[in-house]
């Protein structure tokens, strides 16, 4: 009977071995975020108070830290109203449009790019002159211009942001796509007869989805801040509803005096986009095999 050495064994035994080390950046973005959905999910049971609640009383009242008579953990703004708890609502909603923007302009994208790489000709030229016309002009005069002259609600809205970034989407699936149409297994897929949709959906499309999710959480910190600009200038969210930037926007003409009503959502957004970005980056540092 042949002996097993102790190298051996402990080399044989590894049952960890083969899962990939997670960078520690990466753990915290997750979690910061997951705390921010989770606030966000909840916000109806963590709010103090109703976030549309007035009190006069209590308008322009500052931090709980920064005076005695405070009742409020982040104050109040100009009509009495918490906000802690808007913050907690204008998070949701901030997310909630971000998020659905970003899956259409995903969606979008990827579908124009496998078309274009899979369907080439006529179909590949215009979309081609799409991606090119979408990236030559200022996403935000086009916004501007949709919201002044067509009017805003909330799914016109996010359709509209849906808009932004899908151009990058497009021309990465193409490219991406266009690289694995070169590999053999298409062509033994193709010999099999299988069909162009069965194989961009089943056997392209998974293997350039980690490079989609690294453009994803790209693409999705700069609709939130368009959100926010545009929220800022009175054309995103409208009341009663409020996000972030209309939070920032409200508290633009008290920023000298009563710096919390501005501060504070910017801030939030700040930490949210920044933490969005990290973890891209981090993606992006995972999935690159160079650079390991």
């Known amino acids: ?51 549309t609640q007035i009190d006069l009383r209590a308008r322009k009242m500052p931090p709980l830290y920064f005076s005695d008579r405070s009742t409020h953990w982040l104050g109040t703004d100009e009509m009495g109203r918490d906000i802690l708890s808007r913050i907690f609502f204008a998070l949701r909603m901030s997310i909630l449009i971000s998020l659905g923007a970003s899956i259409i302009s995903m969606i979008t994208g990827t579908t124009l790019g496998l ?47 849906g808009l932004f970034g899908w151009e990058r989407f497009a021309r990465l699936t193409r490219t991406m796509a266009g690289l694995e149409l070169e590999k053999p297994y298409v062509a033994a897929l193709h010999r099999n ?21 690294v453009t994803f959480t790209v693409v999705m910190p700069e609709i939130l801040i368009l959100e926010s600009s545009l929220s800022f200038l009175g054309l995103g969210v409208q009341p009663p509803q409020v996000s972030l930037g209309s939070m920032v926007g409200f508290g633009r003409d008290y920023i000298m005096t009563e710096w919390w009503m501005s501060i504070v959502p910017g801030l939030v957004i700040f930490l949210l986009s920044l933490t969005i970005s990290l973890i891209g980056d981090q993606l992006r540092d995972f999935f690159d095999p160079t650079l390991k």
């Open 193 to 213: 007869g299988a069909g162009a949709m069965r194989i961009a959906v089943i056997h392209v499309l998974p293997n350039i989805v980690a490079v989609l999710l």
């Open 1 to 51: 009977m042949t002996e097993i050495s102790p190298t051996e064994s402990t080399k044989s035994f590894r049952p960890f071995a083969r899962i990939p080390r997670v960078s520690p950046l990466l753990l915290v973005g997750l979690l910061i975020i997951a705390g921010f959905v989770l606030v966000a999910i909840f916000a109806d049971q963590l709010a103090p108070y109703k976030f």
């Open 115 to 161: 078309i274009a790489s899979f369907r080439r000709g006529l179909a590949d030229i215009l979309i081609r002159i799409a991606v090119d016309f979408q990236a030559s002009l200022p996403f935000i005069i086009i916004a501007l211009s949709v919201l002044a002259f067509i009017g805003n609600s909330l799914p016109l809205f996010v359709c509209l942001m």
